[in-house]
């Protein structure tokens, strides 16, 4: 619960966490798959903090997201603001306590979007 209201907290400010790593080589990517959890209907901030970090012009993301029921709420759509020149795919919802059985449903996805 603790985790639950301070993750709330730093939505309603806009905060955008200091991230620990960086990607030296973003230039070396045209397609990025987002994998990240859903919190309060939308990506944790870290991953605006991600997104913000670098330039997704002309790149595709495609978002992969865990969640308990909500699907994939509002991430894509704000995916979608913070990256306006980027190609943000419709993305993929599963359950957080199923990914770890679901290795031929994700691989199938992963079909879908030509990377496999
Ligand atoms: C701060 C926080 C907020 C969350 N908000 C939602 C939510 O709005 N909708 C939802 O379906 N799941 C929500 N969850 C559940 C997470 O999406 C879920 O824990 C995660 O996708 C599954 O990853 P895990 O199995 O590694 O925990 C929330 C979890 C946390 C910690």
Redesign the pocket.
């Known amino acids: 619960m603790e ?2 209201n301070i ?2 907290e730093e939505l309603n400010r806009n905060d955008r966490p200091e991230l620990k790593g960086n990607v030296s080589n973003m230039q070396d990517y045209d397609t990025v798959i987002l994998a990240y ?5 939308t990506c944790p901030t870290a991953v605006f903090t991600f997104l913000e970090s670098y330039d997704f012009a002309g790149k595709t993301i495609i978002p992969f997201c ?6 994939i ?1 509002n991430s894509v759509a704000d995916i979608r603001k913070e990256c306006r020149n980027a190609e943000v795919r419709d993305g993929f919802a599963m359950i ?2 199923q990914v770890k059985n679901s290795e031929t449903k994700i691989r199938q996805w992963l079909g879908q979007q030509g990377l496999l």
């Open positions: 985790l639950i993750a709330k959890p859903n919190w309060w209907n865990t969640n308990e029921g909500s699907g709420g957080g306590g």
